[in-house]
């Protein structure tokens, strides 16, 4: 029933730029916040990108901000991140959340791989 599917990731140089992207399904997608998060091994989950469900009021990590933008676009059920200027330590992977109205509802992606590398 629900989905969300991410893509976009891959390998890219340093300083270049990504689009990842999360595609829901199975939900009110307009009703929902969606946010990114991001996880390498051996460190915690990290909140990278958020937007909210009424408004499109964004928040981002300290460690991108200024370089990832994250949008939606409701008639396509999709929410995008936009990664620019890129380093080597974004590499990760990058993971699309859904919070519902009530806390308790909350679905999570996949994932996709993002390799920062020359």
């Known amino acids: 029933q629900v989905q969300l599917v991410e893509s976009g990731g891959g390998l890219v140089q340093p300083g270049g730029s990504l689009r990842l992207s999360c595609a829901a399904s199975g939900f009110t997608f307009s009703t929902y916040a969606m946010r990114w998060y991001r996880q390498t091994p051996g460190k915690e989950r990290e909140l990278v990108a958020a937007i909210s469900s009424v408004g499109g009021v964004t928040n981002y990590a300290d460690s991108v901000k200024g370089r990832f933008t994250i949008s939606k676009d409701n008639a396509k059920n999709t929410v995008y991140l936009q990664m620019n200027r890129l380093k080597p330590e974004d590499t990760a992977v990058y993971y699309c959340?859904?919070?519902?109205?009530?806390?308790?509802?909350?679905?999570w992606g996949q994932g996709t791989q993002v390799t920062v590398s020359s």
């Open positions: 959340n859904a919070k519902g109205p009530i806390n308790e509802w909350q679905y």
